[in-house]
């Protein structure tokens, strides 16, 4: 989770039900959703899965490098 914080930035949006949280980021063309899970033995949260999506119907997304690129790059249009 820190790892993505520091790349993304925090997300626009969490749902945690245990033992998943989904952050949910958004730019102007896509968005990302990260799926965090929690070790059951060391109880760390760990990224297992992600989905990128088009930021309005209809509209194309260029997969992950892209969306990434994106929000990091809004992000720190945002912050300076």
């Known amino acids: 989770e820190d790892a993505a914080i520091e790349i993304f930035g925090s997300p626009h949006f969490v749902i945690r039900q245990q033992p998943a949280a989904r952050w949910h980021y958004v730019s102007r063309t896509c968005?990302?959703?990260?799926?965090?899970?929690e070790d059951i033995e060391t109880r760390a949260r760990r990224l297992?899965?992600?989905?990128?999506?088009?930021?309005?119907?209809g509209a194309n997304t260029d997969g992950?490098?892209?969306?990434?690129?994106?929000?990091?790059?809004?992000r720190h249009d945002r912050t300076g």
């Open 48 to 57: 297992l899965a992600f989905d990128v999506g088009a930021a309005r119907p």
């Open 64 to 74: 992950l490098n892209a969306c990434a690129t994106s929000i990091r790059t809004e």
């Open 31 to 37: 968005t990302l959703d990260l799926f965090f899970f």
